[in-house]
């Protein structure tokens, strides 16, 4: 009776792998703010000013009143002369900052960002050759059909990224606010689960 041999299992495509980390960085880096969980906003908003910022304020202020009589009416008049230039040219200015918030939804995003930072890392993966699987696609595949071919089409990870890609496909340019929050997630606990673990951790 023949002995039955063992399939060797697939080893790790290190380079794949390394160009995957660093790309769903950028990916997560390029959601918007609007998209951020609230923990996050909170410490982004509670670090406030720099005490560097601060300072310069006042360097400033206090620069302006050691200058000599003669030079600060100078400024004035000049001051003066503009602020009738400057309220000339507003009413121009609001007219075209109301033009580009008429289609302002604050339930809804332009996901392109999103999805160039996804395209451009298949791409980068495709320019350096490093998995043979994807030299029989003439165009890009998807990263789902990516991480098919590295960590198996029927895997957690190839779910989520499938779901992931999903949630930020939007329609006709938009995406809604909260597919893209749930598409965050996804995504930090994709780049969470491909993190390199120390032996025996």
Known sequence: MRERTQTPKKKTNRVALRIIREGLDEVLDSFPYSTWDHSERSGEESSGPTPTATENVVVASNASEAL???????????????????????EDADEEDYDDDYDYDPFFVNPEDIQFAVDRLVS?????????????????????EVFGMLFGE????????????????????????????????????????????RKGA
């Open 68 to 90: 000599p009589d003669s030079i600060q009416n100078s400024d004035q008049k000049d001051e003066n002369a503009g602020v009738a230039e400057e309220e000339g040219g507003e």
């Open 124 to 144: 980068e993966l495709m320019r350096q050759d490093s998995i043979p699987e994807l030299k029989v696609f003439s165009a890009a595949p998807s990263l789902a």
């Open 154 to 197: 029927e895997s957690q990870v190839t779910e989520q990224i499938a779901y992931f890609e999903e949630l930020i496909s939007g329609y006709e340019d938009r995406a809604s606010i909260e597919d893209l929050r749930e598409a965050r997630r996804t995504l930090a606990a994709i780049i969470e689960t491909l993190a390199p673990r």
